[in-house]
């Protein structure tokens, strides 16, 4: 019988073993991101990661903002995606791309981590 300690050490051996490439929802407290799946929803003043591990990963993003703030685009920085939208919603998909492209295959295994992020600006409340 497994005790708590043992299922922990076996729980921690799996999440290393799953390589992948990260997504990190980054999302201020003007608002939240809701996920089409909702299994990535992220709730603002949060961030959510979310491994994506093979060419399956595909997910719609969108920034809602909360009253007194409106969405003002996508962050633009380095590894961020989705910046140079001012549309509330961020499609991100893999499906498509080329099982056994070199290139896909060596990001997927990289561990790189990539970004959305949500600006919002605070307009008041009336």
């Given at each position: 019988?497994?005790?708590?300690?043992?299922?922990?050490?076996?729980?921690?051996?799996?999440?290393?073993?799953?390589?992948?490439?990260?997504l990190?929802?980054?999302?201020?407290?003007?608002?939240?991101?809701?996920?089409?799946?909702s299994?990535?929803d992220?709730?603002?003043?949060?961030?959510?990661?979310?491994?994506?591990?093979?060419?399956?990963f595909?997910?719609?993003?969108?920034?809602?903002a909360?009253?007194?703030y409106?969405?003002?685009?996508?962050?633009k920085?380095?590894?961020?995606?989705?910046?140079?939208?001012?549309?509330?919603?961020?499609?991100?998909?893999?499906?498509?791309?080329?099982?056994?492209?070199?290139?896909?295959?060596?990001?997927?295994?990289?561990?790189?981590?990539?970004?959305?992020?949500?600006?919002?600006?605070f307009?008041?409340?009336?």
């Amino acid at each position: 019988m497994f005790n708590s300690v043992t299922k922990c050490l076996i729980l921690a051996g799996m999440a290393l073993a799953i390589t992948g490439c990260k997504l990190e929802v980054i999302v201020p407290s003007g608002g939240d991101v809701k996920s089409e799946s909702s299994t990535r929803d992220c709730g603002g003043g949060s961030l959510c990661e979310h491994n994506v591990t093979d060419l399956t990963f595909s997910e719609t993003f969108t920034a809602v903002a909360r009253p007194g703030y409106v969405f003002t685009g996508w962050n633009k920085g380095h590894g961020f995606l989705c910046g140079d939208s001012v549309d509330p919603v961020c499609n991100l998909s893999l499906l498509g791309v080329t099982e056994g492209d070199s290139g896909v295959d060596a990001l997927l295994a990289s561990g790189h981590i990539f970004y959305v992020m949500p600006q919002f600006r605070f307009v008041g409340i009336d």
